[in-house]
């Protein structure tokens, strides 16, 4: 009766398992994190307010060299501190996305404009008048951002260019640089919060970014190949069309 009648064999992918409890323990680690960070948002922001405003009254009050000189220096790095606490502000603010109709080639012509003010005529902006309905102000910020960091990646003497048209029931925002490209290892990782290669920022450019355009019902993917730059998309949905809807 010791004989064996059959066996039952059970598998399990570790690996998939393991995977899995990383993206748990990362995505816990992620959320302390930004707690923490709100948390120094907030306490910072009035401190910082007060440094500022006394560094730009010494700077209207002693006009010597090097005293003018060194609070000119102390606001400059106050309102980038500034930028930083704003954008962790508003990765964690849970707005309702404003409902309003615009056209997204102005839009993008109107950033244009902007950006020539700082970098010249490196930026090229055409396409198509394309009608979508959203949050104006947040959608300008994701083409800025894109072109920003376009415009940081991309040699002195190369263009960025800013596309708008359409794809089928969504309305297309492309950004193309001559830069680098993104290397393969980071790749998975750029909308990541916190994350950044870049000396200065605060690494939530890109992951406020693409939580804007979630909020909207679109969607954002790029290409990238090491020394031809790299194409962000961003697709948002046209007005009147399947995809529009309510997002908050």
């Known amino acids: 009766d010791d004989e064996i009648k059959g066996v039952i064999a059970i598998f399990k992918d570790i690996t998939e398992m393991e995977r899995m409890k990383k993206e748990m323990e990362r995505a816990k680690r992620l959320g302390l ?15 910082l307010a007060v440094v500022q405003g006394m560094a730009q009254l010494i700077e209207m009050v002693d006009t010597s060299g090097d005293v003018k000189k060194y609070a000119a220096e102390i606001v400059k790095n106050a309102r980038r501190i500034e930028g930083i606490i704003e954008d962790i502000l508003e990765f964690h603010r849970d707005d309702v996305i404003k409902k309003e109709e615009f056209n997204l080639l102005e839009l993008a012509q109107e950033v244009g404009e902007d950006m020539r003010i700082k970098f010249g005529d490196r930026v090229k902006v055409r396409g198509e008048d394309v009608e979508v309905m959203g949050d104006r102000e947040k959608i300008r910020r994701v083409i800025v951002n894109l072109a920003t960091n376009a415009i940081e990646a991309s040699p002195d003497d190369e263009e960025v260019k800013i596309e708008v048209g359409r794809k089928g029931d969504f ?17 998975q990782h750029i909308f990541e919060p916190f994350f950044t290669t870049k000396s200065h920022g605060s690494g939530l450019g890109l992951p406020i970014v693409h939580r804007i355009v979630e909020k909207h019902g679109g969607s954002i993917t790029f290409e990238s190949s090491p020394g031809e730059g790299t194409t962000f998309y961003v697709k948002l949905p046209i007005k009147g069309g399947k995809d529009e809807g309510t997002h908050s």
């Open 33 to 47: 994190l930004g707690e923490v960070a709100l948390w120094i948002a907030h306490e910072i922001r009035n401190p």
């Open 171 to 187: 309305a297309e925002i492309k950004v193309v640089d001559r830069g680098d490209g993104i290397p393969e290892e980071i790749k």
